[in-house]
């Protein structure tokens, strides 16, 4: 795919555009103000200033190794340049930068941004996202990536984040998305959106929050030549991960839990009480919706081991049966109230098939009813592969919980569920054992 010499033709392409049709006088543009210096992590940088009668151009492109890339990224840029070399009256500027990132060595990300200042000092910013697969050399689209049910669910969580009506999100006015080493990236432009959005909005979907492994893997089998490899999604996805869990509810808190893990593409465990499930049935369908894992923490919270053996049965039962209502599965994952189990207890969902889940960071948040202390709690001692243990049902949990969850993201941790985590360390859960971390 070495096409030097072709990248200079285009080059000088451009360079003869812009002398042949303009002429090279500069306007006195001392007001103008630069873009801040773009990411150039990829290709040859180049540097190219010229000015119109009106219009002083300074322009950051990147040169790739691929033809319909580099055409792509002139084409803007002259576009860009004509729209700009007949706006207002007086001494204009325009600023071109960039940033052109390879990620997982298969895939080129370039973003083009302008910032045309006109004579009054009034600021106009555009931009335009090009992506290309290495291996087919092929330019991608959103809809490479996802199907259409993820495009819903994309447009969803958009939705929420932005506060944009997800009717709003056609297609075409998705195209501004970039591939990071960490995350899908999108940006919806203020005047895309005008006036429901005053400025841009920036969105980060991190690879490990993007939708589920097993949809993905299908799409990656359908277009095998445009799509990321399992692979790559792995490599890409965070290798710090730990699970959040909420016991106890679901509760009037609930939904703003869910609305924050939401917000930031996180997932989380919730192990409800089956009698208040009934209650809330629309808040404990929402959870798996979002990627949420529901799992069973008995009918009324009784001590397992002070119970006989049949009301064991029945209180792991009727829950189950009433997340099954809510949600269309049951919950063979549970959680003991108050972690209380014994031999018998064991025996019993041995061969009745439930498991237990314990945990092994545990900042008693009901007692303390501190977000502070809960929060530090938890930041002081996170590690790779934790079971962190928090109630849902008291507000000032829910307060931590709104802090620790970016941050925790921002540490570098993907906030999974219990099975992911479990599943990633390879366990197959049995009944009547007892899981505390992967
Ligand atoms: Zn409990």
């Given amino acids: 795919m070495k096409t030097t010499g072709q990248n200079r033709l285009i080059y000088l392409l451009l360079v003869a555009l812009l002398v042949v ?24 940088a180049n540097r190219f200033e010229t000015g119109f009668d009106h219009l002083n151009v300074h322009i950051n492109y990147p040169q790739t190794d691929y033809d319909n890339l580099n055409v792509a990224i002139s084409g803007w840029i002259r576009s860009t340049i004509e729209q700009y070399k007949t706006a207002g009256n007086g001494a204009g500027a325009l600023f071109i930068d960039y940033d052109a990132n390879l990620v997982a060595e298969k895939y080129i990300s370039v973003k083009l941004f302008a910032r045309y200042q006109d004579e009054t000092g009034r600021v106009s910013d555009s931009q335009v996202n090009f992506n290309l697969y290495r291996d087919s050399s092929k330019m991608l689209s959103i809809n490479d990536l996802f199907n259409d049910d993820q495009l819903v669910d994309l447009k969803a969580r958009l939705a929420y984040a ?15 998305w970039q591939l990071t080493d960490r995350a899908f990236e999108l940006d919806l432009l203020a005047d895309d959106y005008s006036p429901l959005i005053k400025e841009d909005f920036h969105f980060t979907l991190p690879y490990g929050n993007l939708f589920d492994l097993a ?56 192990f409800v009480v089956g009698k208040r499930v009934g209650g809330r049935q629309e808040t404990v369908a929402r959870m798996p919706k979002q990627y949420c894992e529901v799992a069973n923490h008995t ?3 009784p001590a397992l081991t002070k119970i006989s053996n049949a009301r064991v049965e029945s209180e792991l039962k009727a829950t189950s049966d009433a997340i099954l209502a809510a949600t269309g599965s049951g919950a063979a994952m549970s959680r003991a109230p108050y972690g209380a189990l014994n031999g018998r207890v064991k025996a019993l ?21 501190n977000a502070d202390k809960t929060y530090n709690h938890v930041i002081n001692r996170v590690s790779d592969g934790q079971i962190i243990l928090l ?16 941050k925790l993201i921002e540490q570098g941790y993907e906030l999974v569920t219990v099975s992911e985590l479990l599943g990633q360390g390879g366990v197959v859960p049995q009944g009547g054992k007892v899981y505390n971390k992967r």
């Fill in 21 to 44: 049709n303009f002429s090279f006088v500069y306007a006195d543009s001392a007001a103008a103000q630069p873009l801040e210096q773009g990411s150039h992590n990829y290709g040859t």
């Fill in 162 to 176: 932005s506060g944009i009506e997800a009717r709003y999100f056609e297609t075409n006015s998705l195209d501004c």
């Fill in 215 to 270: 949809a993905i893997t299908e799409r990656l089998n359908q277009h095998p030549s445009t799509w990321l490899a399992t692979s790559d999604i792995v490599n890409l996805k965070s290798d710090k991960k730990i699970a959040l869990t909420f016991d106890d509810g679901p509760g009037p808190y609930t939904e703003r839990l869910l609305d924050i893990l939401q917000k930031h593409g996180a997932r989380a465990t919730f």
């Fill in 391 to 406: 109630h849902d049902i008291h507000k000032q949990s829910v307060d931590a919980a709104e802090r620790l969850i970016p």
């Fill in 349 to 369: 969902t041995y061969q009745l098939g439930y498991y237990f889940i314990s945990w092994s960071i545990d900042p008693k948040d009901w007692l303390t009813k």
């Fill in 299 to 301: 009918w009324s919270h």
